[in-house]
Protein backbone atom coordinates (compact mmCIF):
# COMPACT_ATOMS: atom_id res chain seq x y z
CA UNK A 1 0.00 0.00 0.00
CA UNK A 2 1.24 3.20 -0.89
CA UNK A 3 1.16 6.00 1.94
CA UNK A 4 0.85 9.60 0.91
CA UNK A 5 2.28 12.20 3.46
CA UNK A 6 -0.62 14.94 4.64
CA UNK A 7 0.63 18.40 6.28
CA UNK A 8 0.19 16.62 9.35
CA UNK A 9 3.06 14.68 8.73
CA UNK A 10 4.97 17.74 7.72
CA UNK A 11 4.27 19.65 10.93
CA UNK A 12 5.53 15.94 12.68
CA UNK A 13 8.56 16.46 10.91
CA UNK A 14 9.61 19.99 11.60
CA UNK A 15 9.56 19.50 14.94
CA UNK A 16 11.72 16.38 14.73
CA UNK A 17 14.49 17.58 12.81
CA UNK A 18 14.58 21.09 13.57
CA UNK A 19 17.22 20.43 16.29
CA UNK A 20 19.17 19.37 13.64
CA UNK A 21 18.38 21.22 10.60
CA UNK A 22 19.50 25.07 9.63
CA UNK A 23 16.37 27.38 9.23
CA UNK A 24 17.88 28.93 6.21
CA UNK A 25 17.34 32.81 5.14
CA UNK A 26 14.50 33.67 2.88
CA UNK A 27 16.62 36.37 0.60
CA UNK A 28 15.76 38.95 -2.02
CA UNK A 29 17.12 40.87 -4.64
CA UNK A 30 16.37 44.63 -6.13
CA UNK A 31 18.19 43.78 -9.05
CA UNK A 32 16.64 40.80 -9.68
CA UNK A 33 13.28 42.38 -9.49
CA UNK A 34 13.90 44.91 -11.57
CA UNK A 35 14.97 42.43 -14.04
CA UNK A 36 12.36 39.93 -13.60
CA UNK A 37 9.51 42.31 -13.14
CA UNK A 38 8.56 40.26 -10.42
CA UNK A 39 8.73 40.18 -6.62
CA UNK A 40 11.31 37.53 -5.96
CA UNK A 41 12.06 35.51 -2.58
CA UNK A 42 14.60 32.72 -2.52
CA UNK A 43 14.50 30.11 0.51
CA UNK A 44 18.17 29.35 0.12
CA UNK A 45 18.51 25.46 1.22
CA UNK A 46 21.94 26.25 -0.71
CA UNK A 47 23.22 27.12 3.25
CA UNK A 48 21.16 23.91 4.63
CA UNK A 49 23.77 21.39 5.89
CA UNK A 50 25.41 19.37 3.30
CA UNK A 51 24.27 22.25 0.51
CA UNK A 52 21.01 20.89 0.17
CA UNK A 53 17.27 20.80 0.95
CA UNK A 54 18.18 17.09 0.89
CA UNK A 55 19.13 17.20 4.64
CA UNK A 56 15.68 17.73 5.79
CA UNK A 57 14.24 14.54 4.18
CA UNK A 58 16.98 12.45 5.20
CA UNK A 59 16.95 13.26 8.91
CA UNK A 60 13.47 12.65 9.26
CA UNK A 61 13.97 8.88 7.88
CA UNK A 62 16.84 8.58 9.41
CA UNK A 63 15.08 9.87 13.03
CA UNK A 64 11.98 7.58 12.22
CA UNK A 65 14.17 4.53 12.31
CA UNK A 66 13.45 1.30 14.41
CA UNK A 67 15.94 0.14 16.47
CA UNK A 68 16.82 -2.64 14.64
CA UNK A 69 17.12 -0.36 11.30
CA UNK A 70 19.38 1.74 13.17
CA UNK A 71 21.48 -1.45 13.95
CA UNK A 72 21.95 -2.54 10.60
CA UNK A 73 22.38 0.68 8.66
CA UNK A 74 20.46 2.24 5.68
CA UNK A 75 21.23 2.01 1.92
CA UNK A 76 20.38 4.44 -1.10
CA UNK A 77 21.10 5.20 -4.54
CA UNK A 78 21.88 8.96 -5.70
CA UNK A 79 24.13 11.24 -7.73
CA UNK A 80 25.12 13.57 -4.66
CA UNK A 81 23.08 15.75 -2.94
CA UNK A 82 20.81 12.68 -1.38
CA UNK A 83 23.75 10.62 -0.89
CA UNK A 84 25.86 13.30 1.39
CA UNK A 85 22.81 14.20 3.46
CA UNK A 86 21.58 10.65 3.98
CA UNK A 87 25.58 9.86 5.09
CA UNK A 88 25.47 12.99 7.21
CA UNK A 89 22.10 12.24 8.74
CA UNK A 90 22.75 8.26 9.66
CA UNK A 91 26.53 9.27 11.00
CA UNK A 92 24.66 12.13 13.56
CA UNK A 93 22.40 9.03 14.87
CA UNK A 94 25.44 6.30 14.86
CA UNK A 95 23.60 4.48 11.86
CA UNK A 96 26.23 2.85 8.82
CA UNK A 97 25.40 4.31 5.24
CA UNK A 98 25.94 2.78 2.40
CA UNK A 99 25.65 4.29 -0.60
CA UNK A 100 25.58 3.30 -4.46
CA UNK A 101 26.42 6.45 -6.75
CA UNK A 102 26.83 6.34 -10.27
CA UNK A 103 30.56 6.54 -11.73
CA UNK A 104 29.12 10.21 -13.46
CA UNK A 105 28.50 11.38 -10.48
CA UNK A 106 29.89 15.35 -9.93
CA UNK A 107 33.43 15.00 -8.15
CA UNK A 108 32.20 17.44 -5.48
CA UNK A 109 29.35 15.48 -4.74
CA UNK A 110 31.61 11.83 -4.65
CA UNK A 111 34.26 14.02 -2.42
CA UNK A 112 31.46 14.76 -0.15
CA UNK A 113 29.71 11.46 0.13
CA UNK A 114 33.36 10.23 1.47
CA UNK A 115 34.19 12.89 3.86
CA UNK A 116 30.77 12.02 5.63
CA UNK A 117 32.22 8.39 6.12
CA UNK A 118 29.52 6.67 3.66
CA UNK A 119 30.73 3.25 2.21
CA UNK A 120 30.33 4.22 -1.39
CA UNK A 121 29.77 2.00 -4.04
CA UNK A 122 30.11 2.80 -7.47
CA UNK A 123 27.95 1.69 -10.91
CA UNK A 124 27.11 2.60 -14.21
CA UNK A 125 24.91 6.00 -14.67
CA UNK A 126 21.66 4.22 -15.89
CA UNK A 127 18.77 3.23 -12.68
CA UNK A 128 18.78 -0.14 -13.60
CA UNK A 129 22.39 -0.32 -12.28
CA UNK A 130 21.81 1.52 -9.65
CA UNK A 131 18.89 -0.51 -8.22
CA UNK A 132 20.61 -3.23 -8.38
CA UNK A 133 23.96 -2.69 -6.75
CA UNK A 134 21.38 -0.76 -3.74
CA UNK A 135 19.85 -4.66 -3.89
CA UNK A 136 22.86 -6.12 -3.66
CA UNK A 137 23.71 -4.44 -0.93
CA UNK A 138 20.48 -4.71 1.01
CA UNK A 139 21.24 -8.63 0.66
CA UNK A 140 24.70 -8.45 1.91
CA UNK A 141 23.64 -5.96 4.94
CA UNK A 142 20.20 -6.13 5.58
CA UNK A 143 20.48 -2.28 5.61
CA UNK A 144 17.00 -0.12 5.39
CA UNK A 145 16.48 1.47 1.74
CA UNK A 146 15.96 4.93 2.23
CA UNK A 147 14.84 6.60 -1.47
CA UNK A 148 15.58 9.35 -2.42
CA UNK A 149 12.02 10.73 -3.07
CA UNK A 150 9.96 7.46 -3.05
CA UNK A 151 9.56 7.80 0.44
CA UNK A 152 6.91 8.84 2.88
CA UNK A 153 9.26 10.29 6.05
CA UNK A 154 11.90 11.83 2.88
CA UNK A 155 8.95 13.57 1.09
CA UNK A 156 7.66 14.90 4.34
CA UNK A 157 10.87 16.48 5.52
CA UNK A 158 11.47 17.78 2.15
CA UNK A 159 8.30 19.94 2.55
CA UNK A 160 9.82 21.84 6.34
CA UNK A 161 10.97 24.07 3.52
CA UNK A 162 8.01 25.34 2.38
CA UNK A 163 6.66 25.53 6.02
CA UNK A 164 9.33 27.96 7.06
CA UNK A 165 8.96 29.74 3.91
CA UNK A 166 5.84 30.41 4.25
CA UNK A 167 6.08 31.16 8.09
CA UNK A 168 7.89 34.50 6.80
CA UNK A 169 6.06 35.28 3.56
CA UNK A 170 2.44 33.94 4.31
CA UNK A 171 0.79 35.31 1.16
CA UNK A 172 2.81 34.22 -1.89
CA UNK A 173 1.16 34.29 -5.33
CA UNK A 174 3.48 31.44 -6.56
CA UNK A 175 5.82 28.87 -4.75
CA UNK A 176 8.32 27.38 -8.05
CA UNK A 177 10.64 24.54 -7.07
CA UNK A 178 12.63 22.35 -9.69
CA UNK A 179 11.37 18.88 -10.16
CA UNK A 180 13.48 15.77 -10.87
CA UNK A 181 12.25 12.69 -8.93
CA UNK A 182 9.90 15.22 -7.42
CA UNK A 183 10.34 14.87 -3.60
CA UNK A 184 11.24 18.50 -2.75
CA UNK A 185 7.85 19.37 -5.01
CA UNK A 186 5.73 16.89 -3.52
CA UNK A 187 6.39 18.15 0.24
CA UNK A 188 6.35 21.35 -1.27
CA UNK A 189 3.04 21.24 -2.72
CA UNK A 190 1.95 19.48 0.45
CA UNK A 191 2.82 22.12 2.25
CA UNK A 192 1.65 25.41 -0.06
CA UNK A 193 -1.44 24.02 0.04
CA UNK A 194 -2.70 23.90 3.50
CA UNK A 195 -0.57 27.29 3.81
CA UNK A 196 -1.39 29.37 1.34
CA UNK A 197 -4.39 27.83 -0.48
CA UNK A 198 -4.70 30.74 -3.04
CA UNK A 199 -1.00 30.02 -4.10
CA UNK A 200 -0.19 28.61 -7.83
CA UNK A 201 2.61 26.34 -7.39
CA UNK A 202 5.03 25.39 -10.12
CA UNK A 203 7.52 22.86 -10.80
CA UNK A 204 10.40 23.52 -13.03
CA UNK A 205 12.07 21.47 -15.18
CA UNK A 206 14.97 21.92 -18.30
CA UNK A 207 13.72 20.75 -21.39
CA UNK A 208 15.67 18.08 -22.18
CA UNK A 209 14.98 16.39 -19.13
CA UNK A 210 11.36 17.10 -18.92
CA UNK A 211 9.60 13.69 -18.20
CA UNK A 212 7.52 15.27 -15.23
CA UNK A 213 6.18 18.12 -17.33
CA UNK A 214 4.75 15.35 -19.92
CA UNK A 215 3.81 13.31 -17.30
CA UNK A 216 1.97 16.22 -15.80
CA UNK A 217 0.14 17.09 -19.23
CA UNK A 218 -0.70 13.12 -20.71
CA UNK A 219 -2.09 12.05 -16.90
CA UNK A 220 0.68 9.38 -16.60
CA UNK A 221 4.09 9.32 -15.86
CA UNK A 222 6.00 9.29 -18.80
CA UNK A 223 9.57 7.79 -19.02
CA UNK A 224 12.79 9.92 -19.22
CA UNK A 225 14.95 10.27 -22.41
CA UNK A 226 18.45 10.01 -21.74
CA UNK A 227 19.12 13.57 -20.19
CA UNK A 228 21.47 15.74 -21.10
CA UNK A 229 21.24 19.03 -19.00
CA UNK A 230 23.59 20.71 -16.72
CA UNK A 231 21.19 20.46 -14.26
CA UNK A 232 22.85 17.43 -12.83
CA UNK A 233 20.39 16.95 -9.85
CA UNK A 234 17.17 16.83 -12.14
CA UNK A 235 17.95 13.61 -13.78
CA UNK A 236 16.02 11.30 -12.18
CA UNK A 237 12.22 10.26 -12.97
CA UNK A 238 8.89 10.60 -11.29
CA UNK A 239 7.24 7.90 -9.26
CA UNK A 240 3.79 6.41 -8.35
CA UNK A 241 4.01 8.57 -5.28
CA UNK A 242 5.59 11.67 -6.31
CA UNK A 243 3.65 12.04 -8.64
CA UNK A 244 0.30 11.23 -7.13
CA UNK A 245 0.84 14.28 -5.11
CA UNK A 246 2.00 16.22 -8.03
CA UNK A 247 -1.26 15.59 -10.30
CA UNK A 248 -3.23 16.77 -7.00
CA UNK A 249 -1.66 20.00 -6.17
CA UNK A 250 0.51 21.23 -8.52
CA UNK A 251 -0.72 23.43 -11.39
CA UNK A 252 2.31 23.10 -14.06
CA UNK A 253 5.72 22.37 -14.53
CA UNK A 254 7.43 24.42 -16.14
CA UNK A 255 10.40 24.01 -18.74
CA UNK A 256 13.28 25.93 -19.55
CA UNK A 257 16.45 25.44 -22.03
CA UNK A 258 19.97 25.12 -21.22
CA UNK A 259 20.91 28.83 -21.79
CA UNK A 260 17.95 29.68 -19.46
CA UNK A 261 19.24 27.90 -16.67
CA UNK A 262 22.79 28.85 -17.61
CA UNK A 263 21.17 33.00 -17.59
CA UNK A 264 19.71 32.54 -14.07
CA UNK A 265 22.75 30.86 -12.55
CA UNK A 266 25.04 33.60 -13.24
CA UNK A 267 22.48 36.22 -11.76
CA UNK A 268 22.12 34.28 -8.77
CA UNK A 269 26.16 34.09 -8.98
CA UNK A 270 26.69 37.69 -9.72
CA UNK A 271 23.81 39.46 -8.42
CA UNK A 272 22.87 37.88 -5.42
CA UNK A 273 26.36 36.67 -4.24
CA UNK A 274 25.06 33.35 -3.38
CA UNK A 275 26.50 29.95 -4.95
CA UNK A 276 23.92 27.57 -6.03
CA UNK A 277 24.41 24.54 -8.39
CA UNK A 278 22.79 24.63 -12.01
CA UNK A 279 19.72 22.72 -10.85
CA UNK A 280 18.64 25.46 -8.15
CA UNK A 281 18.59 28.14 -10.96
CA UNK A 282 15.53 25.80 -13.00
CA UNK A 283 13.08 27.68 -11.28
CA UNK A 284 14.22 31.35 -12.13
CA UNK A 285 15.21 30.01 -15.07
CA UNK A 286 11.22 29.41 -15.48
CA UNK A 287 10.02 32.85 -14.35
CA UNK A 288 12.54 34.72 -16.26
CA UNK A 289 10.83 32.36 -19.36
CA UNK A 290 7.67 33.50 -18.06
CA UNK A 291 7.34 36.89 -17.47
CA UNK A 292 4.20 37.50 -18.18
CA UNK A 293 2.50 34.72 -16.44
CA UNK A 294 4.31 36.19 -13.18
CA UNK A 295 4.74 40.24 -13.72
CA UNK A 296 4.04 42.19 -10.71
CA UNK A 297 3.31 38.94 -8.37
CA UNK A 298 5.25 37.79 -5.35
CA UNK A 299 7.12 34.75 -6.06
CA UNK A 300 8.87 32.10 -3.70
CA UNK A 301 11.44 30.19 -5.10
CA UNK A 302 12.98 27.47 -3.06
CA UNK A 303 16.67 27.38 -4.10
CA UNK A 304 17.55 23.85 -3.55
CA UNK A 305 21.00 23.13 -3.01
CA UNK A 306 24.49 24.74 -3.70
CA UNK A 307 27.15 22.10 -4.21
CA UNK A 308 27.93 23.51 -7.84
CA UNK A 309 31.44 21.53 -9.22
CA UNK A 310 33.60 24.71 -9.34
CA UNK A 311 35.63 22.89 -12.10
CA UNK A 312 32.88 22.70 -14.61
CA UNK A 313 30.42 25.85 -14.36
CA UNK A 314 29.18 26.70 -17.32
CA UNK A 315 29.38 30.13 -16.97
CA UNK A 316 33.26 31.05 -17.04
CA UNK A 317 33.48 33.71 -20.28
CA UNK A 318 30.94 35.15 -18.47
CA UNK A 319 32.01 36.59 -15.58
Known amino acids: MMFIPEFSDVKSAMQLIAPHVHRTPVMTSRQLDVISGVRLFFKCEN ?17 NLTEGQRAAGVVTHSSGNHAAALAHAAVMRGVKAYIVMPSSAPEVKKRAVAGYGAEITFCEPTLAAR ?5 EVIERTGATMIHPYDDFFIIAGQGTAAVEL ?32 AAK ?13 RSLRTGTIQPALPPRTIA ?10 TFTIIRENVDDILTVTEEQIIEAMTLMWTRMKIVVEPSSAVPLAAVLANRELFSGKKVAIIVSGGNADLSRLPFGERG
Not at 131 to 135: R, S
Not at 201 to 213: F, N, R, S, V
Open 47 to 63: FQKVGAFKFRGATNAVL
Open 131 to 135: EAAAA
Open 166 to 197: LSELPDPDAVLAPVGGGGLLSGSAIATRHLAP
Open 232 to 241: DGLLTSLCER
Open 201 to 213: IYGAEPLLADDAA
